[in-house]
């Protein structure tokens, strides 16, 4: 009678409480994770997925893969894919309950024996410092050992191995890597013939009067094996007019600076130039190797004066006070960037392109994003021309035009608004620094023929790899006699580090009309050449 009563109270029991019959088979699987929710059924998941799903030795798909009428009860998993072990487990399903399982695969791996020799007949004065690279999809780095030796665990299947030692050619094997083995792969380097290549120039054309990295070309290129060099600049007429002893190359990557000076300091006149990169083999080989040369034009060109200015108020200069200055013929600026305004992000193309001497051109595309499908778009335009460029007073002047063109909720936020300006900017150059003014009228479209008087002012400071400024700008309303104007105030700073032509600007401020206080921040990425 007691063990009829033990028995019918053990089936309540498991009948009551079945997920302790679960948890049991499932602690059984580490590092993996079996997740009880609500519904009904199984869903399997893999890393990697597409693996093969057995269930009770019948195939039923690959992972993910999900089943929704599955019968209750107990049921063999087999999970197979080709490269990686098979993983079998039970599991046990409940109709009061889904269960989802999450399985990390383990790849079938072997090891490899590398050792990595010279050539026989190698120079021995000759630095051999190698590194082993492998892997089945991105290649991985190994350090060796003090006799150059390393063991590397595989995934099984034919891999290559590769050893790279600065002054000795590249070179590659490749071995079979079966399962709980271990191979062995010798790898035999000889040293390098002596090459230069791959060598590039930040810009073609510059001015050596601007300062840091805008001012100077930075000359990149890969050499093969241990040497040393000249590099050396001759004029039109084949005079050499600057060399530098370059130091002696000890890696594949170098770069050599030339700041369009000649060999006693002075700044070369404008012109073009032939420029010539020469390297030596070091005595580290025991045959002869004549030395490599390659050579590639410059031009020194004092007009151009290149650097990342704002399209926030259409015509290119400060975040509210356009600028006089202009890109030279053939340069051209592009970026992208985001302003946080009233909890939106608006987003912002814009290009300037120099086609003539002092004349350059802007557009920009903007889009709104609002909730409730209320999003618009713009696009504007501008055109200046530069009258005094500063160089000879320093006192530079530029007229413009702009046109901006906006459906509903489309306007640019810093923007003046839709419509059609004419601006005047004027700066005073002193130093690096530029002090601007601009009277601007604007006729906003199709509110009126009157236009709005804008004034702005700003300071910007032009350094070697940065140019930073404050601006603002005031909009008097005359046509819908506003009583106060609406003002609007920021700082910007636009970092480009040598020798990239690529750029980083960010910029905060605040807007102010009436009762009406706002503020703003934004950054952006761009181009400059």
């Not at 269930?55 to 894919?81: M, N």
């Not at 780095?141 to 995934?155: E, F, I, K, Q, R």
């Not at 290559?160 to 590659?172: P, V």
Request: charged share 20%; glycine share 10%; net charge neutral.
């Amino acid at each position: 009678m007691n063990r009829t009563r033990v028995t019918i109270a053990f089936l309540i029991l498991i009948c009551l409480f079945p997920r302790l019959s679960a948890a049991k088979e499932i602690s059984n699987i580490i590092g993996d994770t079996f997740e009880e929710i609500s519904g009904k059924g199984l869903e399997i998941r893999t890393n990697p997925s597409a693996v093969k799903v057995f269930i009770d030795g019948a195939e039923r798909g690959v992972t993910p893969i999900s089943f929704d009428s599955i019968a209750a009860g107990e049921h063999q998993i087999k999970l197979s894919k080709d490269g990686y072990k098979d993983r079998i487990f039970n599991v046990v399903l409940f109709n009061t309950s889904r269960l989802v399982v999450s399985i990390e695969m383990k790849e079938e791996q072997g090891s490899v024996k590398v050792s990595v020799t010279k050539a026989p007949g190698s120079p021995e004065q000759l630095p051999f410092k190698p590194e082993i690279f492998s892997g089945a999809s991105s290649p991985q780095s190994s350090a060796l050992s003090s006799d150059n030796t390393v063991l590397l665990n595989l995934p099984t299947g034919y891999r290559t191995i590769s050893a790279r030692s600065f002054g000795w050619e590249d070179t590659s094997v490749t071995v079979l890597i079966e399962e709980d083995k271990t191979a062995s792969a010798n790898i035999i380097m000889r040293p390098a013939e002596l090459k230069l290549k791959n060598i590039s120039a930040s810009r073609r054309r510059f001015n050596p009067k601007m300062s840091g990295g805008m001012g100077v070309i930075v000359y990149s290129f890969e050499v093969s094996a241990p040497c040393d060099g000249n590099f050396s600049v001759y004029d039109k007429d084949g005079n050499l007019v600057y060399q530098e002893k370059l130091k002696e190359f000890t890696a594949w990557e170098q770069s050599v600076t030339w700041n369009g000076k000649d060999s006693s300091g002075n700044i070369l006149p404008e012109g073009i130039y032939t420029v010539s990169i020469e390297v030596s083999a070091l005595q580290t080989s025991s045959r002869k190797e004549e030395p490599v040369k390659i050579s590639l034009g410059a031009e020194i060109n004092c007009s151009i004066n290149v650097f990342p200015l704002s399209t926030e108020s259409v015509v290119s200069g400060l975040a509210f006070a356009p600028l006089p200055q202009t890109l030279p013929k053939g340069s051209y600026q592009f970026d992208a960037g985001v302003i946080y305004n009233n909890l939106h992000l608006p987003f912002k193309i814009s290009m300037r392109v120099s086609p003539a001497n002092k004349l350059e051109l802007t557009s920009a595309f903007n889009i709104n994003p609002l909730s409730e499908n209320k999003t618009g778009w713009g696009v504007s335009g501008s055109v200046k021309f530069n009258i005094l460029d500063g160089s000879a007073i320093p006192f530079a002047m530029s007229a413009a035009a702009s046109y901006s063109w906006a459906g509903k909720n489309g306007e640019m936020p810093l923007s003046p608004g839709r419509g059609a300006g004419l601006y005047l900017p004027l700066s005073l150059e002193l130093a690096n620094f530029s002090f601007a003014v601009c009277p601007a009228a604007f006729w906003l479209g199709p509110e009126g023929i009157k236009p709005e008087f804008l004034l702005s002012a700003g300071v910007m400071y032009k350094g070697g790899w940065f140019n930073a400024g404050l601006s603002a700008r005031s909009e008097f309303d005359f046509a819908n006699n506003a009583k106060e104007p609406r003002i609007l105030a920021g700082a910007q700073a636009y970092f480009f580090p040598p020798p990239s032509i690529f750029y980083f600007s960010f910029q905060g401020g605040m807007r102010k009309h009436g009762e009406y206080l706002g503020f703003y921040g934004g950054l952006g990425l761009g181009i400059v050449f």
